[in-house]
């Protein structure tokens, strides 16, 4: 079964960059998109980018763009979701998402929350 | 970049059909397929429709997906109204550089 499981939580400090990976199973990694959303506490969703993991593309949300870095590591079919200059407006769950053909969101990993906090 | 208007929430009775709808403020709703997803307090979002009016397997009839560009609107139908039903609904859509989600919906069922 499509499985997508995240990295634990965490706690950083104003400025300093977080790094969440999505690892998946149960299909050809490279085959789909993954998809980065956000949500804080009570909040909506938020969508972040999206990458590419056969050819690493990516494409970012004009908000988080020069902020944000996906990557992946096809040999452990493990995407990576890196957001940098954290302030305190960053505290949030961060989802991983596979996403067939560039529409929907069909399996989500479990969440992460990161929180910044000095 | 659009946006997609929902109403903060809705309310119904068990057994009754509420509708949600989802709003694009600019292009046309029918341009690009749109999603619903629910979420329940303390989990990931899950698809109940997608491509406008596609249903997962595992999802109930009871729940249905329409476009209308006469309002440049999508909604989401959901007959027969169970306790269980009562999460957040978000919907989705997207176009060429962008993913757009909606401001989410309360359901409450009462």
């Known amino acids: 079964q499509v499985q997508l499981v995240q990295s634990g939580a965490e706690v950083k400090k104003p400025g300093a960059s977080v790094k969440v990976s999505c690892k998946a199973s149960?299909?050809?990694?490279?085959?789909?998109?993954i998809n980065w959303v956000r949500q804080a506490t009570g909040q909506g969703l938020e969508w972040m980018g999206w990458?590419?993991?056969?050819?690493?593309?990516?494409g970012y949300a004009q908000k988080f763009q020069g902020r944000v870095t996906m990557t992946r590591n096809t040999s452990i079919s493990t995407a990576y979701m890196e957001l940098s200059s954290l302030r305190s407006e960053d505290t949030a769950v961060y989802y991983c998402?596979?996403?067939?053909?560039?529409?929907?969101?069909?399996?989500w990993g479990q969440g992460t929350l990161v929180t910044v906090s000095s | 970049n659009f946006m997609l208007t929902q109403p903060h929430s809705v309310s119904e009775s068990p057994g009754k059909t509420v509708t949600i709808s989802c709003t694009r403020s600019?292009?046309?709703?029918?341009?690009?397929?749109v999603q619903w997803y629910q979420q329940r307090p303390g989990s990931a979002p899950t698809t109940v429709i997608y491509?406008?009016?596609?249903?997962p397997s595992g999802v109930p009839d009871r729940f249905s997906g329409s476009i209308d560009s006469s309002s440049n609107s999508a909604s989401l139908t959901i007959s027969g109204l169970k306790t269980e039903d009562e999460a957040d609904y978000y919907c989705?859509?997207?176009?060429?550089?962008?993913?757009?989600f909606g401001g989410g919906t309360k359901l409450t069922v009462l």
């Open positions: 998402a596979r996403v067939p053909g560039a529409i929907d969101f069909d399996y």
């Open positions: 149960g299909y050809t990694f490279t085959s789909y998109d």
């Open positions: 990458m590419n993991p056969n050819s690493g593309n990516t």
């Open positions: 600019s292009g046309s709703i029918a341009s690009n397929y």
């Open positions: 491509e406008d009016n596609q249903r």
């Open positions: 989705q859509s997207y176009d060429s550089s962008n993913v757009v």
